[in-house]
């Protein structure tokens, strides 16, 4: 399959979902790899938004991209139409903070996609592959993706609600017709939410004309599809997709999803090291990495690692660990310091990956905002998770971690380190 762009430029207006406010858009036709990019034109300067997961700087009730101070809202319908018809290379020009909720559904921007029409580039797309299943899980809520030719989706909803209930829809991309099956689906609402909402700074130019608000006893929209809930969910999904930035093969199953679990699944999945390949990284890989040794080191295993960005690992707690021995003996929960130090631990495999061949060494040097929320018993396997806040050059280092037993947070704090050259000679010079 070849990319793909637009013949000609579109150009809509209208109000924003969240901000009220009127704004326009235009999008506007490139060539071969440049990707699909937003850019504020009532800003000064520069200020173009790659539309990836990497750019989400909030999933509160819709997907806000940003970069510098930047920001674009409400991108998830726009971009699920043009992940649909294949759209690789755009200019998404942006007079306002937010895209256009035109009426609330995908249907009129994919209507002015057909009425343009799709020009074929000569640069091959680029495929992301899923070869093995992967699994995302928070609270009740789940993303799985299974080995896949082309993009199914299958999603299902389940709100405690008479109205709205338990739904199921599948989609097909290369199968099904996105124009009459799915982009016709609108965003949706509770009536007992709208003046949260509305405090928040959230659905200020929401109304009956571009959104189904559901009351307790009735919808006060008239449904365009008898499943229109678990449609529009979908319609979501895939703009979400969107943002991994290739064409996407793999069967998704998705429950209960929503806009942050969705980014979440997607740091899951482009933590493959290759496609297909999660990065898994065993011990013997570790003892590469850290420069600590049994009884002292705490990570058995990387899950994930984006080199001074992200990682996730595991320490599986057994009752023969050594400081069970005096630590409660009677009733032995793992120390709280010992926990603070294996989320410094895949902070520092997180630091150190790429810079093995330099001979550096991360120093502890600081710990801030910790709390230790639960204690961790034998039997327990502790999801470690760090992102980093900042580095300065090869020399400092400041992370955010947390640490997670069967998705309850245990242990969370922000990390300090000094990344300082070894040194084989004495220590005190």
């Known amino acids: 399959m070849k990319q793909k762009t637009l013949k000609n430029i579109i150009e809509f207006s209208g109000v924003g979902l969240h901000s009220g406010c009127e704004v326009s858009v235009r999008l506007i036709p490139k060539n071969e790899n440049f990707g699909i990019k937003f850019k504020r034109t009532d800003l000064p300067g520069n200020n173009e938004i790659e539309a990836n997961y990497k750019n989400v700087a909030s999933t509160q009730r819709s997907v806000t991209l940003g970069a510098g101070d930047a920001r674009v809202k409400t991108v998830e319908h726009l971009l ?89 829809f599948e989609f097909e991309k290369d199968k099904d017709d996105f124009f009459t099956a799915l982009s016709p689906a609108r965003t949706f609402g509770f009536w007992e939410e709208i003046e949260f909402l509305k405090k928040n700074n959230l659905a200020l130019g929401g109304s009956p004309d571009n959104a189904i608000i559901i009351k307790k006893d009735k919808i006060m929209t008239k449904l365009r599809f008898d499943d229109e809930i678990v449609r529009h969910k979908c319609l979501d999904l895939i703009g979400d997709i969107a943002l991994l930035g290739k064409d996407l093969k793999a069967h998704i199953c998705a429950y209960k999803s929503s806009h942050g679990l969705d980014i979440k699944f997607l740091k899951k999945i482009t933590a493959f090291k290759k496609e297909g390949e999660m990065a898994d990284i065993d011990i013997n890989e570790i003892l590469k990495i850290l420069p600590h040794r049994y009884p002292f080191l705490l990570v058995d295993r990387v899950l994930e690692l984006e080199d001074d960005k992200r990682a996730v690992g595991i320490k599986n707690v057994t009752y023969n660990e050594p400081f069970f021995t005096g630590h409660f003996p009677e009733k032995p929960i793992m120390p709280g310091v010992l926990i603070i130090e294996a989320l410094a631990q895949i902070g520092g495999i997180m630091l150190l990956n790429k810079r093995r061949h330099m001979k550096i060494i991360p120093y502890f040097t600081g710990i801030d905002k910790v709390r230790i929320r639960k204690a961790v018993i034998p039997g327990d396997q502790i999801l470690l998770t760090a992102e980093v806040i900042s580095i300065r050059g090869n020399q400092m280092g400041k992370i955010r971690a947390k640490a997670t037993v069967n998705g309850k947070l245990v242990t969370e704090g922000e990390f300090m380190f000094a990344l300082m050259p070894e040194k084989t000679e004495d220590r005190g010079e």
Do not use: M, W
């Not at 306002?96 to 343009?116: N, R």
């Open 80 to 168: 699920a139409a043009l992940y649909a018809y294949g759209i690789d290379n755009l200019l998404i020009e942006v007079k306002g903070e937010e895209i256009p909720a035109v009426d609330g559904s995908a249907a009129p921007f994919a209507q002015k996609i057909l009425e343009t029409g799709i020009l074929e580039l000569p640069a091959e797309k680029e495929y992301f592959c899923i070869k093995e299943p992967v699994n995302f899980k928070e609270s009740d809520s789940f993303i799985s993706a299974y080995p896949s030719d082309a993009l199914k989706v299958t999603v299902v909803v389940n709100f405690n609600h008479p109205l709205a209930g338990y739904q199921v």
